[in-house]
């Protein structure tokens, strides 16, 4: 089951957490009496801890619990890192503590009292402590699966023989007929074969008015029954259902390393190259100055312990965590970080009509005469037609006589025809959706149908403008039909009688003048046309939500989502920028000092005080990315 796979690697990964914070807290408490020891607090505060026979030994002694417990994940993952030759961040640590280590180990032996054990253990504790902020950030992001593992239910009541039990719902086939309680979550994506009820499926669509259903309907995993009891035939279980098809996307979006974060790596990686010619180079510069092996050892522990490129770990990682939550909780679903990222060079978007901009639901706009619309009403009665739908729906909704039709008959290509209390009634479809009503041959008047324009539409197209993103429409539908829809949204280009497979070469021509276009659809049809586009942008994931062509999803169905797509993605860049200039910004300064480039001046970069400076440039990158969190949108 998708969801316990879930739930362990989260368990692991929790767990995980849990251990570097309890290591955290040993570190800092053995910190306290290690400092006591140390030659910092001798030389720079003139305090020292009670001496006693053996009282030399408590530092190292102690310095050997933290280097051997606490700081035993790096030395771990630093071997990783080098068996898959891509030194980084876990290498840079290890070796600076080793180095440390080892250098305070033969100095306490030797009774030198030089030791390093104090910048040691607190660079450890600090190190420990960024990681388990960059956990939790992960593990925040795996939240999200985990919300929407919560959303089914444990069990599921299957009918089997006619009696009704329950089972656990990895025991549930397809196929099967299940019972859904009034108030129950319905456990499995399935057709009502039985019952009438509301289902809120607000989770899935983001439309929060329960939705009616009735047999022949479908139900979809996770979404709340109302007041009724429903039968349900199994269609789709486990990872077959929409659920699971989510819990996946967002799984690949977070997975999706963005190209920014393979920039920190990058960037690790070239720091340990740096750090490690830097630190031979200083020991060496300073066995040549002949400052004796103690002081170059110091210097180049000094110079790999700042190096440590905790900001920089941090730096991408957190941003990305907090934008793709950020983005979960304004109703967008990230599935792929780059497209998420990229979205701030887009200049044009182009948008599908039908269900996005407008409704997909038709009604009459205007009309020369009720007796025209009783009339046509009379004809269209038992038309499935959307158009024919509309007329009828209006002629009720005006409170009008509509008579009995008889000899209905279809003329083919032209419209329909049939008798209306003795006199014979033509409805035929002149152009678009205007429609024409003929009696006994003469023209008694006219209908203009329209899909209805989506109010949220025009606020979403006034935001993209404001944002300087053009606007373009692709549609189906005639020539006069785009016409009047753009015109009501304000939209100057667009192209119509487009069919699917033409709206992929409309994204083509778009790209060919230069331009970096997202693509707005509502699934099938427009499959090719998103996968084209710069980015692709699905709207209204409850109809298909493997819409695997799209990067991004709008979990609501509401073009108002799109702008934040594209403020988050300006916002992220920025913060992402800032925090790399700030992680790399300070070990340019940093590194030279810790070398003892000014040590001539009487300026040498202690490792303690190397430590402290790199956890404040920690912090600093941490609070920033925090920041992010607070942009409205």
Request: proline share 3%; with cysteine.
């Amino acid at each position: 089951m998708e969801d316990n796979h879930a739930h362990h690697h989260d368990r692991h990964a929790s767990h995980h957490a849990a251990d570097f914070l309890k290591k955290f807290w040993v570190a800092l408490v053995l910190c306290v009496p290690i400092f006591f020891y140390s030659e910092m607090a001798r030389s720079v505060f003139g305090i020292q801890g009670p001496s006693f026979s053996g009282s030399e030994y408590v530092g190292l002694v102690l310095g050997s619990i933290v280097f051997f417990y606490c700081g035993w994940v790096f030395l771990k993952s630093s071997y990783g890192e080098l068996k898959d030759r891509q030194p980084g961040m876990m290498t840079l640590i290890a070796l600076a503590i080793t180095a440390a280590y080892l250098y305070s180990f033969v100095s306490v032996t030797e009774g030198t009292r030089h030791d390093l054990l104090f910048e040691l253990s607190s660079l450890i504790a600090i190190m420990l402590l960024g990681h388990w902020i960059e956990m939790r950030s992960v593990q925040g992001a795996q939240g999200a699966l985990k919300e929407l593992a919560r959303l089914l239910p444990d069990t599921a009541e299957v009918i089997r023989n006619g009696n009704v039990r329950s089972i656990s719902l990895n025991e549930l086939e397809a196929g099967d007929r299940i019972l859904v309680r009034p108030g129950a979550k319905v456990p499995a994506d399935g057709e009502i074969i039985e019952g009438q009820s509301e289902l809120n499926e607000s989770i899935i669509t983001g439309e929060s008015k329960p939705v009616s259903k009735s047999e022949g309907m479908k139900a979809i995993a996770g979404s709340i029954n109302g007041d009724g009891s429903l039968t349900i035939k199994v269609t789709g279980i486990g990872e077959g259902t929409f659920l699971a098809g989510v819990m996946r996307l967002v799984a690949d979006a977070q997975a999706s390393k963005s190209r920014l974060q393979m920039l920190s790596d990058q960037a690790a990686f070239y720091l340990t190259l740096i750090t490690v010619g830097a630190g031979a180079l200083t020991f060496i510069a300073w066995i040549i100055a002949q400052a004796g092996i103690g002081t170059a050892t110091e210097r180049l522990i000094a110079v790999l312990v700042i190096a440590c490129p905790h900001a920089l770990g941090l730096a991408i990682p957190l941003v990305a965590a907090i934008s793709t939550a950020m983005a979960a909780r304004n109703g967008l679903l990230i599935r792929e970080r780059r497209a998420l990222e990229s979205a701030r060079n887009i200049d044009t978007v182009l948008f599908d009509k039908t269900g996005t901009l407008t409704e997909g639901v038709f009604a009459v706009t205007s009309l020369s005469s009720d007796e025209a619309l009783a009339l046509a009403a009379a004809v269209e009665t038992h038309s499935e037609h959307p158009i024919a739908k509309a007329v009828v729906m209006e002629a009720k909704a005006r409170g009008l006589a509509v008579g009995d039709a008889q000899n209905f008959k279809r003329i083919a290509g032209a419209g329909v025809q049939a008798e209306v209390e003795g006199r014979t009634v033509f409805v035929g479809q002149r152009s678009g959706e205007d429609i024409v009503v003929e009696i006994d041959g003469k023209n008694a008047g006219s209908i203009t149908v329209a899909d209805k324009v989506r109010p949220e539409a025009k606020e979403a197209i006034a935001s993209l403008k404001h944002m300087n993103v053009q606007v373009a429409m692709i549609t189906g539908d005639s020539q006069e039909v785009a016409r009047d829809v753009a015109r009501q949204l304000g939209i100057q280009e667009y192209f119509s009688r487009a069919r699917p497979e033409e709206k992929a070469e409309k994204v083509k021509l778009l790209q060919s003048q230069g331009k970096k276009v997202a693509m707005v659809g509502d699934g099938v049809n427009d499959a090719p046309a998103l996968t084209q586009a710069d980015i692709g942008i699905a709207i209204g994931a409850g109809t298909n939500v493997a819409i695997e062509s799209a990067g991004i999803i709008l979990v609501r169905s509401d073009p108002r989502d799109i702008p934040k797509i594209f403020l988050l993605s300006r916002l992220t860049y920025r913060k992402m920028i800032q925090n790399l200039f700030w992680a790399t910004g300070y070990n340019v300064v940093a590194i030279p000092l810790a070398a003892g480039v000014l040590a001539f001046k009487g300026v040498v970069l202690q490792p303690a005080l190397a430590a402290i400076f790199m956890s404040a440039s920690t912090v600093i990158v941490a609070a920033n990315a925090m920041l992010l969190r607070n942009q409205k949108f």
